[in-house]
């Protein structure tokens, strides 16, 4: 009884002293800044602000400094800023980095602001026919790839099919990887391309095309990404159980129950343990069982465990 006593009357205490100071805080605490809007100019946007706590706005000169510059934060903190700057004169120089061989963010942040130009880059002649051509006919397969992933960030129709010939008749693993990829973004499956390209004979394809069928609104070659829990890959193995596990695709449960007791790699058991307790198939329950007291990897048995939990 008298602990409580003693405590009551502590927490009474702090609760006095805190009282205290928050009184004292109010009091003396600055008024609020006026962010009322008054007057022209910043001030009749931003009220009394400072400027230094709003966004500011590249200019054109920042824009081409940066872009000439090859340093990837500035050229993405500046394009970023410029989202809404038109300036003709600024295109021709931001263009190039759309095949900067330094950087992949340099070259994506470009695409993302050149697609946002009203004038200069969508007519004949211009940067996106340019980019268009570039997939077809350079004889650099590094530029092919990277004209590849600007079509996908550039997010228009004509990229789809420059990308699906790319995908299924350039002679480049790595520009049919970055056609996968750029279908992927574009969401498009390519009239069938990327099931085909599950059975591409270069693994970076593979991956990029499982990538790419995971995120796309609608593909239909479910068997062809099945197929690939037995791929030669370990990784390519991974990736689609990952995708069959995104979808959940409860038909493919047998073939991943498969992969889970079989398959050499712990991280693919693994990955087909965690998608079978996404099937939620009680047929699995055996195996599952099985596999977190008996399989030789901790992580698997953890994995297995988990479903169970699941199911």
């Not at 609760?15 to 600055?30: Q, R």
């Not at 330094?102 to 942040?109: A, C, G, P, Q, Y």
Request: some cysteine; glycine content about 8%; overall charge negative.
């Amino acid at each position: 009884m008298r602990r409580n006593t003693m405590f009551q009357l502590a927490v009474g205490s702090f609760l006095a002293v805190a009282s205290t100071f928050a009184a004292t805080d109010a009091s003396s605490a600055p008024p609020p800044v006026e962010v009322t809007p008054n007057g022209t100019g910043f001030a009749g946007i931003y009220g009394q602000h400072p400027a230094n706590s709003v966004e500011f706005l590249s200019t054109p000169d920042s824009i081409k400094s940066a872009a000439v510059s090859g340093a990837p934060t500035l050229i993405w903190e500046t394009l970023e800023h410029g989202e809404k700057v038109e300036c003709l004169d600024c295109i021709s120089v931001v263009a190039p980095l759309l095949y900067d061989g330094t950087s992949s963010k340099n070259r994506e942040i470009a695409a993302w602001w050149l697609r946002r130009r009203s004038l200069g880059v969508f007519g004949p002649g211009e940067v996106y026919s340019t980019v268009l051509s570039t997939l077809a006919t350079s004889p650099d397969p590094v530029t092919r790839s990277y004209a590849a992933a600007a079509l996908g960030e550039f997010l228009l129709a004509p990229g789809v099919a420059a990308c699906t010939q790319a995908l299924t008749a350039d002679g480049d693993a790595r520009v049919r990887a970055a056609a996968a990829s750029a279908l992927g973004r574009l969401n498009s499956d390519g009239n069938g391309a990327l099931g085909h390209a599950m059975s591409d004979n270069d693994p970076s394809v593979r991956l990029a095309a499982l990538g790419a069928a995971g995120i796309v609104n609608s593909f239909s070659s479910l068997p062809a990404v099945a197929a690939l829990t037995t791929d030669s890959t370990s990784e390519v193995r991974r990736r689609a159980i990952e995708v069959l596990d995104g979808w959940n695709a409860k038909d493919t449960v047998a073939a991943v129950a498969a992969v889970a007791q079989k398959d050499s790699d712990a991280g693919v058991r693994a990955e087909a343990c965690h998608a079978l307790g996404t099937f939620a198939d009680p047929s699995v329950q055996s195996i599952l069982t099985n596999l977190a007291n008996n399989d030789p990897d901790q992580f698997v048995r953890d994995q297995a465990q988990i479903a169970l939990i699941r199911i």
